[in-house]
């Protein structure tokens, strides 16, 4: 059973950064495309970005796009969210997800992290 454990969140300014984590065990990293999902208070869960198995395939939602970018280290069976020019809309706790194909739609992602907070104050 695969297992998850993001870190990095935290409280940043607009206009800051942040870098999330995510360490995956209990399975194949390198077999499975890895996504982050979002939740903010009072929303349901948002797909952010997925990067194919071999990191040679990425794809973001457009509010993210060009100020996000997803990485994966195979040899470290980790995942990471590099998060550039924060606004407040993107406070929302941080999911990590695994998901055998390569989708980009939050039903897609099988297995899941306990999430790691990010608040972004104006």
């Known amino acids: 059973q695969v297992q998850l454990v993001e870190s990095g969140g935290g409280l940043v300014q607009a206009g800051g950064s942040l870098r999330l984590s995510c360490a995956v065990s209990?399975?194949?990293?390198?077999?499975?495309?890895m996504g982050w999902v979002r939740q903010a208070p009072g929303k349901e869960r948002d797909f952010v970005a997925v990067?194919?198995?071999?990191?040679?395939?990425?794809y973001y939602e457009k509010s993210v796009k060009g100020r996000f970018t997803i990485s994966r280290d195979n040899a470290k069976n980790t995942v990471y969210l590099q998060m550039n020019s924060l606004k407040p809309e993107d406070t929302a706790v941080y999911y990590c997800?695994?998901?055998?194909?390569?989708?980009?739609?939050?039903?897609?992602?099988?297995?899941w992290g306990q999430g790691t907070q990010v608040t972004v104050s104006s």
């Open positions: 997800a695994a998901d055998p194909g390569y989708g980009t739609e939050v039903e897609d992602f099988g297995s």
């Open positions: 209990g399975g194949t990293f390198s077999s499975y495309a």
């Open positions: 990067i194919s198995w071999s990191g040679g395939s990425t």
